[in-house]
């Protein structure tokens, strides 16, 4: 199994102060520079600690929001390719249905992957309902945008011999010829998330890592769809290296201290959904399936426990967090079972998005967080036997 430490490097010292929203309409007065500064080579600062005790690195990218200030995804990106040596670089992720020049995009993380020597992993992702304003995009057809700006990327990857023109719905482009070319071949790795099981069967068709984040228990499910696809169109299973699931990571050596650190990362998913009303779900965003489960209360911040029950982990404890998977938390002993247990249960999971500092974690926290997983747990979990991939895709055919 891989782990990725993720952070979303967060402005943590304005979320007392908002009313009702620190995505979107916060306004950005609320944000020292100065403080600013300081959290975000914090946050590099750990990064490179994550890279020399053999974990791999994870980084997102948001906009107009105090719950991450990576709004820029590929300076991050740049700065990790030349200050790491070799941790793997995933971003998950890049919003390209916003952006409005895929050429540019191809250009960026074609540089980086070439600055990395071949360390990039290329998560591409639709992006939350709070990024519709931020990009002025159209959301009833933000998905056609992002299959075209997939295709047209990865075709400025792979394109080596000549130059080509582009002609499609959205984008237009003459002589695209990309330089440097890719360190990787073809391309680099292409990860995708998501928490529908529509998606999923797409993801799955086309054999992408599909990640999935605050989906608890309800994982398993989504895994399944990806699994009865893929079967259908490469006709064999898929491994556990397909997988990913983003969980937030408390470590320590006793239980109480171990409880501190999670409740203080749980600060992400409790302020990840505070945001004005109008900008959480934009007409045409969610598809009719996942409207539906809105509305039945199963979709973030809601999620289920290995019983079924729905918690919403904008309010839930610290044990309801670690009964739904979200949380993984004690002492090295317990982390190791209660992951081991969740990968069983999923039929495999070979990628674990490690959110090691989440909140108002403190550096020395974090340090001693990322330290212990790295020399107790992530040993462990390197060597842990996945199931059976024939036999989990069987039961789905079943």
């Known amino acids: 199994m891989r782990v990725y430490q993720f952070s979303e490097q967060p402005y943590f010292p304005a979320w007392n102060e908002h009313s ?29 600690l994550t890279d020399a005790l053999g974990l791999d690195i994870m980084v997102n990218e948001h906009h107009q929001s105090a719950t ?141 890592v599909m990640a999935t984040l605050g989906t608890g228990y309800g994982t398993r499910r989504i895994y399944d769809a990806y699994r009865k696809s893929y079967v259908a169109k490469h006709g064999k299973a898929p491994g556990a290296d397909r997988f990913a699931y983003l969980g937030l990571v408390a470590v320590a050596n006793d239980e109480a201290e171990a409880r ?23 007409p045409g965003y969610l598809p009719a399936e996942d409207n539906a489960r809105l509305l039945r209360g199963e979709t973030p911040p809601r999620t289920f426990t290995r019983g079924g029950r729905i918690v919403n982990m904008q309010t839930a404890g610290i044990d309801e967090l670690m009964d739904a998977g979200v949380l993984f938390c004690g002492t090295p002993d317990r982390v190791y079972e209660q992951i081991a247990a969740f990968c069983e249960h999923c039929g495999g999971m070979g990628n674990l998005l490690m959110m090691g500092h989440g909140g108002e974690l403190t550096h020395a926290q974090t340090v001693d967080n990322l330290t212990l997983f790295a020399h107790e747990v992530h040993p462990r979990l390197q060597a842990f036997k996945q199931p059976d991939a024939e036999e989990a895709a069987r039961a789905v055919a079943a």
Not at 78 to 92: D, E, N
Request: hydrophobic share 40%; aromatic share 10%; proline share 7%.
């Open 20 to 48: 009702g929203t620190l995505r979107v309409t916060f306004p950005n007065r609320k944000c020292d520079p100065h403080v600013a500064a300081d959290l975000l080579h914090r946050y590099y600062d750990e990064y490179q």
């Open 68 to 208: 991450c200030m990576c709004s820029t995804v590929v300076v991050g990106l740049a700065v990790l390719a030349r200050i790491t040596q070799r941790a793997r670089l995933l971003v998950l992720g890049y919003p390209i249905g916003h952006r409005p020049d895929p050429l540019r995009v191809a250009e960026e993380l074609s540089t980086i992957d070439v600055i990395s020597r071949g360390r990039l992993d290329m998560g591409f992702i639709k992006g939350i309902p709070y990024e519709i304003a931020a990009s002025n995009r159209n959301p009833t057809e933000l998905m056609d945008r992002f299959w075209e700006a997939h295709d047209f990327i990865l075709k400025a990857m792979t394109t080596h011999d000549e130059v080509f023109n582009w002609e499609g719905e959205f984008f237009h482009y003459r002589q695209v010829n990309v330089w440097p070319r890719v360190f990787q071949e073809p391309h680099p790795p292409v990860w995708s998330t998501t928490g529908s099981s529509g998606q999923a069967r797409i993801l799955g068709e086309r054999g992408y």
């Open 260 to 282: 501190r650190r999670g409740d203080l990362i749980a600060g992400y998913v409790r302020t990840s959904p505070i945001v004005a009303l109008p900008f959480r779900n934009p």
